[in-house]
Nanobody, 126 residues
Framework: QVQLVESGGGLVQAGGSLRLFCAAS????????MGWFRQAQGKEREFVAG????????HYGDSVKGRFTISRDNAKNTAYLQMNSLKPEDTSVYYC???????????????????WGQGTQVTVSS
């Protein structure tokens, strides 16, 4: 059974940092594009970052560019999201997602992903 499990969320002050983890299981994910999305209460799901199967291509949402970094370790079947200079508006539930053989050109589209985690809450206090 394919499963994605996020962790690393929590409460942090503005200006602080958090590192999110997405552990994949059930098969290897070294052919998958991995994405991070977030959804705040009452808002639509928003693209945060995406990374190609080998880490050679990354994409970021405009609101996080320069502050967040996506990476992956295929040997550990894990993707990461390093979040620095956090702002209160980054408060949200963060989800990781995976899609096999997805061209990263489509990484921003939630509908292109086959697997989703359950989400991890990130709260940034002002």
């Amino acid at each position: 059974q394919v499963q994605l499990v996020e962790s690393g969320g929590g409460l942090v002050q503005a200006g602080g940092s958090l590192r999110l983890f997405c552990a994949a299981s059930g098969r290897t994910f070294d052919s998958d594009t991995m994405g991070w999305f977030r959804q705040a209460q009452g808002k639509e799901r928003e693209f945060v970052a995406g990374i190609s199967w080998n880490g050679g291509s990354t994409h970021y949402g405009d609101s996080v560019k320069g502050r967040f970094t996506i990476s992956r370790d295929n040997a550990k079947n894990t993707a990461y999201l390093q979040m620095n200079s956090l702002k209160p508006e980054d408060t949200s539930v963060y989800y990781c997602a995976a899609s096999r053989y997805l061209n990263t050109y489509y990484a921003r589209a939630p509908s292109k992903y086959d697997y989703w985690g359950q989400g991890t809450q990130v709260t940034v206090s002002s």
